[in-house]
């Protein structure tokens, strides 16, 4: 999270001076209050007590403007920090490898990619105020010892207690966040496979028992919420009472110093306001330390993607993919998913340039996973995949990528026009190159339809077809990003 905000020190420099202004404009109006009280209306001088009483108004309107300045800095700098961390991780979820895409589940993703994040986000928009609240602690704490050392004794001799309490309460509260925001993970999974496998759920009747799983993850997340919301129940009233224990200490002790003719009434008044003030920074305190544990639960989950390091990348002195007739050719390749038992084993191919090969075999074979290794999406575990001699995991990966097409078996539709969704990988690509792509799949379709013509309405899956069973493509030369060919 330090990372995250450290391009934008300056915001935060700025929101700390505003916090400042802001804390020294507020503590100072009990001061001026007090010196009204005794110099203006305990000495029956109206001159005095309007000179106070302007001063009040213009340290007043000073702290106005720094309230509503500190507010926009710190939606600033938290909106700020969301975008960039939002982007960071999706830029980095498209860097890793096809494997962890496997294991992955979509929900936790998209929940780390949004309610994690926004939980970072409430904390950077709590940092200036908190700055602001301590500051204002600090400052009532300094003050009252000036004026009476015993009377800010009476005042304040409870706060360590708050010190003890907030321990325990942050952590408490870190395996709660914790697992509340894992449960919003498996929540939103259910919620995502609901959507995208509708057609499955209606097709079995299984619409009663994916409620059901839905109800079970939505009955752990109001649990986690409600465990949440129990701790800062117990710990939020002591917040609330340590300033009233104040209150009494000061009408205990300052009110007998002031029979006794020790103290003024204007320093009771004063002391009483500034005790007064502590109510809304320890408010701030208590948010601030449940909503840190939360966060520092959701950075981790955040932190744990960005972790981890794509495995499929150029190696060290990658050459660039030389142009050639397309052979491909696998030599004593084997490979396996995971740890688990080799799907390819000893597998030796030759598929000369311009030959057009149809893998055959029976179901699970291997044959797709032929085709994946050619664009290393995996791999391989022995052996070599060449493309016109160069082995692919010593050539740059862009150029492999850009060099082989695929049609998946699963097709995805991105919300966006025909024509974009052919185009995909390469936006620019001419109209001319869009329908050569359509004409390839269907001979005659590009003079049937235009590509421009249908938009779909979201970004949808649709089942295997069984034209798809040829896997992979040797297009070299061509640009691959046609994603149709
Ligand atoms: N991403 C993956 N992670 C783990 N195992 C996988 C993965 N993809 C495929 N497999 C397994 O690898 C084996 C080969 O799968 P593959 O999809 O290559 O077979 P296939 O010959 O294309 O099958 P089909 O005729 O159904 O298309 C299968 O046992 C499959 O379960
Ligand atoms: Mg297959």
């Known amino acids: 999270m330090r990372e995250t905000v450290r391009p934008y020190a300056w915001w935060v420099v700025l929101g700390v001076a505003v916090g400042m202004m802001w804390t020294i404009a507020r503590i100072s109006v009990p001061t001026l209050t ?5 110099r203006g209306i305990e000495r029956y001088d109206s001159g ?90 600090v400052g009532v704490a300094s003050i009252l010892i000036a004026r009476s050392p015993l009377l800010a004794l009476f005042a304040l001799g409870t706060l ?20 509340l925001q894992e449960e919003l993970g498996d929540l939103a999974g259910v919620v995502e496979e609901s959507v995208t496998g509708v057609r499955v759920v209606k097709g079995f009747g299984a619409e009663r028992l994916q409620v059901d799983r839905l109800a ?14 129990r701790l800062r129940a117990g710990f939020l009233p002591l917040i ?59 950075a981790g989950r955040i932190h744990e993607i960005l972790a981890t390091e794509p495995e499929i990348v150029d190696t060290p002195g990658a050459a660039p993919l030389a142009p050639g007739p397309g052979e491909v050719r696998f030599e004593g390749v084997r ?33 797709t996973t032929v085709a994946r290794l050619v664009p290393r999406f995996y791999d391989v575990d022995s052996g070599r995949v060449l493309i016109d001699g160069a082995d692919v ?7 492999v990528r850009g060099a082989v097409g695929i049609v998946f078996e699963d097709t995805f539709l991105f919300s966006d026009t025909v024509r974009s969704n052919i185009a995909f990988a390469d936006p620019e690509a001419p109209m001319e190159a869009v329908r050569r ?11 049937r339809t235009s590509p421009r013509a249908t938009r779909p309405s979201s970004a949808s899956t649709a089942t295997r077809s069984p034209a798809a069973s040829v896997n992979g493509s040797r297009s070299r030369g061509r640009s691959s990003p046609i994603r149709a060919c």
């Not at 360590?160 to 309490?165: D, E, M």
């Not at 079970?216 to 919301?229: L, M, N, T």
């Open 393 to 399: 995991r010593e050539t740059r990966l862009a150029d």
């Open 240 to 298: 609330d009472l340590l300033p009233t224990l104040g209150l009494v200490g000061i009408l205990w002790y300052g009110g007998h110093q002031v029979l006794e003719g020790n103290l003024t009434i204007g320093t009771v008044i004063a002391a009483n306001f500034y005790v007064l003030m502590l109510i809304w920074p320890l408010r701030m305190l208590g948010m601030l330390l449940g909503q840190i544990s939360r966060a520092s639960a959701s």
């Open 34 to 38: 007090g010196e009204a009280i005794d």
């Open 216 to 229: 079970v993850e939505a009955e752990s997340v109001y649990d986690r919420s409600i465990d949440q919301a």
């Open 437 to 447: 792509a359509l004409d390839l799949r269907e001979p005659t379709s590009s003079s």
């Open 335 to 367: 490979f396996a998913y995971g740890s688990g038992r080799p799907v390819l084993d000893g597998l030796d191919l030759v598929i000369r340039a311009g030959e057009a090969v149809a893998l055959v075999g029976a179901t699970a074979s291997g044959k």
């Open 48 to 137: 005095a007590l309007v000179g106070w009483t302007v001063a009040i108004l213009a340290v007043g309107s000073v702290q106005a403007v720094c309230t509503g300045l500190r507010r926009y800095v710190a939606f600033r700098l938290a909106l700020r920090t969301e975008t960039d961390l939002r982007m960071r991780l999706v830029a980095h979820l498209q860097r890793l490898h096809f494997a962890f895409h496997d294991t992955a589940q979509t929900g936790q993703l998209m929940a780390r990619a949004n309610t994690d994040i926004q939980q970072i986000h409430m904390v950077v928009i709590l940092i200036p105020l908190t700055i602001a609240s301590i500051l204002t602690m």
């Open 160 to 179: 360590p207690f708050l010190n003890i309490a907030a321990t325990r309460f942050t952590r408490r509260m870190y395996p709660v966040g914790l697992a």
